[in-house]
């Protein structure tokens, strides 16, 4: 790969990283903003039934409703940068007609950077995605997220097509850019920590599995 088709890549992987820190920072204020309102939606319907209007507590209410079903959809895995990164990819699967799965639980800090959580995470779901594009018959994706011992264990099974020819450890994507990039980036993260990483193509699924030193 030319160095500089290299540099884009890497650019293009940190804007991507970005917009995945900016939804997590997005949502941590959102939580936290309705953590701090909770107490004046009280004292403002409270106030409405004592003066005897009912219906419009009800709309007050009935607002309150839609305004948190965004809230309601973030995955909650007990670590706010893996939640908003899973709940965005997660959406955008969802939209694509794409049946998820996803068992996941984890603490407050990990060892690996937001960054690397984003990078890692985000390349891998969108492989996944894609994947799931060029799939006959049933569109899925399956995700566990876990700790064993001290180390961050990760398994991801998706729809596939044909099974795809390996070039070292890795399978390229067949489409050009970010994408063909991104199990190179997510296995280079992983590395760094001293990591574990798998993949596997067969007719009609891929899996990828990691294994990475995650907490002290």
Known sequence: MRKKTYLRLMELQEEQAQRHLAE??????????YKHDFHHHLQTLKGQLEAGQVQRALD?????DESLRGL???????????????????AQAKAQGVSVTVQASLPEKLLLTDMELSILLGNLLDNAIEACREAEGEKFLRLTLSLKGNMLYG??????GKKKPKR????PSGKRGVHGFGLYRAEAILKRHDGWVKFNSEDGAFTSEFLVPAVE
């Open 168 to 171: 070292g450890s890795l399978f």
């Open 155 to 160: 398994y991801l099974l998706n729809a596939a």
């Open 24 to 33: 997590v920072r997005g949502a941590y204020r959102e939580m936290r903003g």
């Open 60 to 64: 007050y209410i009935s607002q309150l």
């Open 72 to 90: 309601d959809a973030l995955l909650k895995t007990g670590n706010i940068t893996v939640d908003a990164i899973l709940s965005s990819k997660i």
